[in-house]
């Protein structure tokens, strides 16, 4: 600290473990003091009020506290870095790497010491498949052929041309990144001319221009489990894009999509079908036979009687639950049928059937016209 400089706390006339509440106190009757519209003309009084509102801005902040307690008036000098990198010396690099250690003090390391940035790893790949029910009930092994960036065999994912090697970044000095202070604080950034790496290539490589990596056409076999749906995701594993200059690589992600089927429909492990029935099978009862997606067949019985949109459920005969154990149900959808072709003898019957109805034959039917008589007065 220059002789020039005055200690914050002697400016305010506190001690240097003062608490918060001391300090704001001792501010406020000086700044009361030295207030400009009590001393008009006083130039002396206007700088000492200036001087104990600039000590209470530091003190009353617990970071800046931390930071003059033990630096002083130096921590907050702005010839301390203005660009630049690491770097060894005492030059402006030199006190650009102590403000930096000012911060890795107080706050934990939190702006990097050293050690080269880590290369960030390569993206990741969507692949969108499309599958029958079938093939999401049964599982299915299959192999899809996809063009993706891998690492560059000639160079081993270095970006060097072989033979040659890279060498350390002058802006950064090995470091992979450089930092910039904005007023109080110190922003750490990728180094721009070695993007992170510390490295510059002097000799790219000829077939990845430096990359470390190419496009080229992969064939890869993927497993479908039992029980996937719509939305369902396969992840494999270091599939994806391969990371610049020798970075590990991405994942890939396959999404599922289900085609619709001509005879159900799914709900989660649900499927749902909808059988259309004659009316003399809903009238005396009977059966139907639904094929399995597993190949077999499910026989559902039809009481006698059931009505248009009642539901059948049929356990266990459902989607696969996904990696799971089981299976949903199967639900069905009675539509009776009325006729549209009649033949002569077909219609002398129902005209017999007709004559002998009681109206007890369909109560559903009879109790509507019932509540029609009542509410409109027969």
Known sequence: MSSTETDFYELLGVSRDADDRTIKSAYRKLAMQFHPDRNPGDAEAEAKF????????????????????????????????????????????????DIGDIFETIFGGG??????????RGA????????????????????????????????????????TSTRGCNLCGGHGKVRAK???????????TCHGRGEVIEDPCKQCRGEGRVDLPQALDVE???GVDTGTRIRLSGKGEAG?????????????????????????????????????????????????????????????GIQSGKQLRVRGAGMPVLQGRGRGDMVV???????????????????????????????????????LKDAFGG
Do not use: W
């Not at 801005?57 to 690491?86: I, N, S, T, V, W």
């Not at 702006?111 to 960030?120: D, I, L, V």
């Open 111 to 120: 702006f990097g010491g050293g050690g080269r940035q880590q290369a960030r």
């Open 333 to 371: 959808e009675i539509a009776v049928e009325t006729p549209t072709k009649l033949s002569k003898a077909q219609k002398e019957l129902l005209q017999q059937f007709q004559e002998t109805e009681t109206g007890e034959e369909c109560p559903e039917s009879r109790g509507f016209f019932d509540k």
């Open 244 to 304: 610049p200059n020798g970075a590990p690589p991405g994942d890939l992600y396959i999404f599922i999509h289900i085609k619709e089927h001509r005879v159900f429909e799914r709900e989660g492990t649900t499927l749902l079908t909808r059988v259309p029935i004659s009316f003399t099978t809903a009238s005396l009862g009977g059966c139907v036979n639904i094929p399995d997606l597993d190949g077999s067949t499910n026989t559902v019985d039809i009481p006698a």
């Open 182 to 192: 904005q007023g109080f604080f110190v922003v750490e950034r990728p180094c721009p």
């Open 50 to 97: 200036k001087a104990v509102g600039g000590a209470y801005e530091c003190l009353k902040d617990p970071q800046k506290r931390a930071a003059y307690d033990r630096f002083g008036h130096e921590a907050f000098q702005q010839g301390m870095g203005g660009g630049g990198g690491f770097g060894g010396g005492r030059g402006q690099q030199g006190d650009f790497g």
């Open 124 to 163: 990741d790949l969507r692949y969108d498949m499309e599958i029958g029910l079938e093939d999401a009930f049964n599982g299915k092994d299959t192999q899809i052929e996809i063009e993706v960036s891998q690492r560059c065999e000639p160079c081993d994912g270095s970006g060097a041309e072989p033979g």
């Open 224 to 226: 479908i489990p039992p």
